[in-house]
Every structure is written in structure tokens, then in C-alpha cells.
């Protein structure tokens, strides 16, 4: 087997060394997530809420990028654009999300970042040109919100740091401050309950990796002592698997990702388990991102996304597991099923971005693929005794 370094551009560095550090791709993307999946549970209510406070006036709202939203930005950092956008006739309106865990207590500090408050003019904080709104939730008080214009925070904030946030600049504004502008809606409850279900999910299914790390530990273990890569030829789904998971843990791709792509989508027929498929969609998610895809590569893989999916729906259950086989319990089943809709979700949108692919639906809400979702939650919470 034939492998070289992993080449990275340079914004892939920058996005490495600001945001990835330590975790790796997967695990950078998993955290990029949490705020998303809150993001796109909350659209909906959003877009409402503006309406109301234009009555009579156009509303327009969506995410910046529009279907194109990306979570992650493989070969881009960190996008520097609004949560939101909001056309309101022939006006723009930027909408910051925000969230805390933190209620609404006079002595509490919220903190918002400078850059998305004003800028600085000859060393003068002013407010920034663009008209610019933080939607705030609060985590302990679910039925609450705030809409703050960052013009009140120039005006309102003192300048400090934010140690949660590696000590950036930040205004900081204390719950007295912000209990003028808070806001009741009880149907914020149910979106919360969303969120967080979702959050939960996310965590059960990458649990996998780790799962899978302890299985091949000792294949690692070996490469990382003795600086060699683990001699496993890739004649099998299995194999291919440990081999594609080993070189991702090891930061290295095999010399001809394009042909092992090609021949990772092989696998994919009506006999495989959902072990399988996630074995398979792990493999194509590593070697995906560090190739680009030939017309007809990305015309298969297209092909192939709809057809897991398809496949990942006959296994679904009406207590929300997933079940391919007796021989496996039907949580670690659920946990295959989750971890390859996620990465397959992710890929959907990774191709609508980077490749203007039209042929898949944009992912509206992330798990929009389970076929319901406050099920399989409430399924796996109990079987692991989450109460």
C-alpha cells in the first residue's frame, strides 16, 4: 500500500490551527454542529417573529448561503457571515444566534463578540454599518428570548474578554441590562425539546468512533510506536475499513484516493448491514474530502447517497431503533444507522456547496433523515438509563 502526506491548502491550515487544534475532522465537525442543528431548529420560528414585528412589510428569512449553508468549511476556515439574514423589503437585517446556558439573573454576564458589534475606527470602538440584530436564547429558561440591536450593545456594553471563547474581545452586559428586552414564547418549549434531543443524538452517535478506536487500538498503537502504517491489504469491506481508519487517525491518505473511492462505492448492495454502511460511509467520508471528484465520481457517489439512504429507511422501526440483524443489539444497530445518516447529511451539503450539485434535497433541519427523531431519542435514553 502506497501512501503520502495529507496535503492541505492553506485556509485548511488556518481552519487546523484556530478552530480544529487538537480534534480531528470528524470531531471538529461535530462541534461546528451543536450551533447548527440549534440554527435550523429555530428558522422557522424566526422567520415568524420578524414578520410580526414588520406586519406590514415583506419578510424574507434564511440562513446565509441559503441551501448552500455548510456547518463546516473544509476548505475554508470560518465564514465570517450572519447566522441569518433577514429582506425585509428593500432592506437587509444581519441576525446574530446566540444561546446560553446561563438564566436570566441580574448579575449575570452575557457576552458579545466586538467583531460582530462595531468596529474599530482610529482606535475608536463604532457601530458597524451593517444592520445587525443577536437573537439570544436561554438554555435555563426555554420559553425566553431576546432580540438585541448591536447598536444597544455598543451603547450599553463594557469592553472586556471572554475566557470561554480564548479570551476574545467581547461586550459584556449584565442580566439587568438584558431583562428589559427579554420575551416570553411557550412555543419556544418544543424547539428547545428539539434541540436538544438532537444534541443528545449527536453525542450517542459519535460515540462510535471512540468505540471503534478501543477495538483497533493496538493496530494504532503499533503505527504510532514504530512510525509504520499497519500492512492490511483492503480485499474486504472490513479491511478497507481498518485501513481508512487507521491512516485518518495518522493524518495520511493512500496514493490513488480517487481509484479506492471508486472502489469503496462497490461495496454498497442490497446485502449489507448497517454496520456495514457505516463502515462504508465513514470510508467515503474520509477519502471525499481529501480528493476532488471527477464528473463521473460525483455523479456515482450521488447515485450511491440516495441508495443508503434508502436502504438505511427499510431498517427503521416504529419504536425508533434500527434493525438489520438479530446477531447485534439493536442500540449498537440505532448507533450505525445515526453515524451514517449524519455523515451522510454531511455530505449532501458538502457536495451542494463545494460542487453546486442539484440533484440531492438540501438538508432543511440536520437529522431530517430519522425517521423520528423524539423516538429514537427517548429509545436510546432509556436504554442507556439516561433519565
Not at 446477531?327 to 449498537?332: A, F
Request: hydrophobic share 40%.
Amino acid at each position: 500500500m502506497v501512501i503520502e502526506n495529507m496535503k492541505l491548502d492553506a485556509k485548511t491550515v488556518y481552519a487546523q490551527s484556530s478552530d480544529i487544534r487538537a480534534r480531528t475532522y470528524l470531531e471538529y465537525r461535530k462541534d461546528m454542529k451543536k450551533k447548527a442543528i440549534a440554527e435550523l431548529e429555530v428558522l422557522e420560528w424566526l422567520e415568524d417573529k420578524v414578520k410580526e414585528l414588520y406586519p406590514k412589510k415583506q419578510v424574507n428569512l434564511y440562513k446565509s448561503g441559503g441551501d448552500k449553508f455548510l456547518w463546516f468549511l473544509r476548505k475554508g476556515g470560518v465564514s465570517r457571515d450572519a447566522d441569518f439574514i433577514a429582506e425585509i423589503d428593500d432592506e437587509k437585517v444581519e441576525i446574530e444566534f446566540q444561546y446560553g446556558g446561563g438564566d436570566i439573573q441580574e448579575d449575570y454576564i452575557f457576552d458579545f463578540k466586538t467583531s460582530k458589534v462595531g468596529k474599530k475606527v482610529k482606535g475608536k470602538r463604532e457601530r458597524t454599518p451593517k444592520n445587525i440584530n443577536f437573537l439570544y436564547l436561554f438554555k435555563e429558561a426555554p420559553t425566553k428570548f431576546a432580540f438585541i440591536p448591536a447598536s444597544w450593545i455598543l451603547k450599553s456594553g463594557v469592553e472586556g474578554v471572554a475566557p470561554a471563547w480564548g479570551n476574545r474581545e467581547v461586550y459584556k452586559i449584565t442580566g439587568k441590562q438584558l431583562l428589559r428586552r427579554v420575551k416570553n414564547d411557550p412555543s419556544l418549549q418544543q424547539i428547545w425539546n428539539s434541540i436538544n434531543a438532537k444534541l443528545f443524538i449527536l453525542d450517542f452517535q459519535h460515540e462510535l468512533i471512540d468505540i471503534n478506536k478501543e477495538k483497533l487500538s493496538h493496530l494504532l498503537q503499533g503505527v504510532i510506536d514504530e512510525n509504520n502504517i499497519v500492512k492490511i491489504i483492503p480485499k474486504d469491506l472490513d479491511s478497507f475499513f481498518k485501513v481508512c481508519f487507521i491512516l485518518d487517525n495518522i493524518n495520511k491518505i493512500p496514493q490513488n484516493a480517487n481509484l479506492w473511492f471508486i472502489y469503496l462505492l462497490s461495496y454498497i448492495n442490497n446485502n449489507i448491514s448497517l454496520e456495514d454502511i457505516s463502515k462504508i460511509t465513514y470510508c467515503i467520508d474520509f477519502l471525499y474530502s481529501k480528493i476532488e471528484l471527477k464528473p463521473n465520481e460525483l455523479t456515482q457517489l450521488i447515485s450511491k447517497i440516495k441508495e443508503l439512504f434508502e436502504k438505511i429507511k427499510t431498517f427503521y422501526k416504529e419504536d425508533g431503533s434500527y434493525i438489520s440483524s438479530l446477531k447485534v443489539s439493536p442500540l449498537d444497530e440505532t448507533r450505525y444507522a445515526l453515524f451514517s445518516i449524519n455523515l451522510l447529511e454531511d455530505l449532501i451539503q458538502d457536495e451542494i456547496f463545494y460542487y453546486s450539485v442539484t440533484e440531492l434535497k438540501p438538508i432543511k433541519k440536520i437529522y431530517e433523515n430519522i425517521g423520528g427523531v423524539e423516538k429514537t431519542y427517548k429509545l436510546v435514553k432509556n436504554a442507556i438509563g439516561n433519565d
